[in-house]
T-cell receptor, first 112, second 117 residues
Framework: GENVEQHPSTLSVQEGDSAVIKCTYSDSASNYFPWYKQELGKGPQLIIDIRSNVGEKKDQRIAVTLNKTAKHFSLHITETQPEDSAVYFCAASGGSQGNLIFGKGTKLSVKP | ETGVTQTPRHLVMGMTNKKSLKCEQHLGHNAMYWYKQSAKKPLELMFVYNFKEQTENNSVPSRFSPECPNSSHLFLHLHTLQPEDSALYLC????????????????FGNGTRLTVT
């Protein structure tokens, strides 16, 4: 079945810097890769997703890149702000196991 | 408001108690899910319901019993739990279930923080 590895587990950046979180997946048939943001006391919220027919997608300060050959995808946050501080989860689905398989999460801290 | 509402937000129960978690979605979705979130572990899928029918039970112990009376409501009945069952239990919904390459984003509730003493 699918296995998703996420790195780093914690990330601390200065306000205004960029943050990058990376994930790898094992099932080459996976074709849907969402990213979720979980703030303290709340459930995960979808922030951006990408499907296997594109290599990059942007939404304001957030971008996701996908390398299907290498089976990895990354979340890029530019001009980070303190409100970006949260736990971020990557996930993959669409392979032999239909349901979303999540990474372990990255705790991002943005220092003012 | 997320569109998926879970109650209660916090629950403390003894190992011999019986309690239920409730989830309601206001998004018109057809699929509903229960996930368990423990510290430093990936989200664990527990149960999947599609149009009120259970389509997946991810080897969950029988002390967890789900119920889906309609496409908008989902319950998780708890009995004789163990301390290791303490976790955040998340309900989610999606327009369709993710099979055969059909990928429908999940919408999560804010969870029930369960503590088993």
């Amino acid at each position: 079945g699918e296995n998703v590895e996420q790195h780093p587990s914690t990330l601390s950046v200065q306000e205004g810097d960029s943050a990058v979180i990376k994930c790898t997946y094992s099932d080459s048939a996976s074709n849907y890769f969402p990213w979720y943001k979980q703030e303290l006391g709340k459930g995960p919220q979808l922030i951006i997703d990408i499907r296997s027919n594109v290599g990059e997608k942007k939404d304001q300060r957030i971008a996701v890149t996908l390398n299907k050959t290498a089976k990895h995808f990354s979340l890029h946050i530019t001009e980070t702000q303190p409100e970006d501080s949260a736990v971020y989860f990557c996930a993959a689905s669409g392979g032999s196991q239909g349901n979303l398989i999540f990474g372990k999460g990255t705790k991002l801290s943005v220092k003012p | 408001e997320t569109g998926v509402t879970q109650t209660p937000r916090h629950l403390v129960m003894g190992m011999t108690n019986k309690k239920s978690l409730k989830c309601e979605q206001h998004l018109g979705h057809n699929a509903m899910y229960w996930y368990k979130q423990s510290a430093k572990k990936p989200l664990e899928l527990m149960f999947v319901y599609n149009f009120k029918e259970q389509t997946e039970n991810n080897s969950v112990p029988s002390r967890f019993s789900p119920e889906c009376p309609n496409s908008s409501h989902l319950f998780l009945h708890l009995h004789t739990l163990q301390p290791e069952d303490s976790a955040l239990y998340l309900c989610a919904s999606s327009q369709e279930i993710n099979v055969g390459g059909l990928n429908s984003p999940l919408h999560f509730g804010n969870g029930t923080r369960l503590t088993v003493t």
